[in-house]
């Protein structure tokens, strides 16, 4: 069963920077696609960035040239640069695992953003 949890997450003021790490087990890392999603209070969860097995991301525009996506498949990590942080990527983030011989998609509990002053 494929484990997936998320760390880094905490209070920062507008315009600093954070990264968050989320660490998989339970499977070869290489076959799963990472991404990381957030839900803000009252919203829907929304995709913020994805990595393929092979590298190439994808980001929504929100948060397009602020936050970097990256994955260590020597480490079974997948991380998410984000800089210029602004009161509205306030939310909980949520790391995923799909794996893509299965389908299945494996969610962490999530880590807390705040951005505030």
């Known amino acids: 069963q494929v484990q997936v949890v998320e760390s880094g997450g905490g209070l920062v003021q507008p315009g600093g920077s954070l990264r968050l790490s989320c660490a998989a087990s339970?499977?070869?890392?290489?076959?799963?696609?990472m991404g990381w999603y957030r839900q803000a209070p009252g919203k829907q969860r929304e995709l913020v960035a994805t990595i393929t097995s092979g590298g190439s991301t994808n980001y929504a525009d929100s948060v397009k040239g602020r936050f970097t996506i990256s994955r260590d498949n020597s480490k079974s990590t997948v991380y998410l640069q984000m800089n210029s942080l602004k009161p509205e990527d306030t939310a909980v983030y949520f790391c995923n695992g799909r794996n893509l011989v299965t389908g299945k998609d494996s969610w962490g509990q999530g880590t807390q953003v705040t951005v505030s002053s």
């Open positions: 339970g499977t070869i890392f290489s076959i799963l696609a």
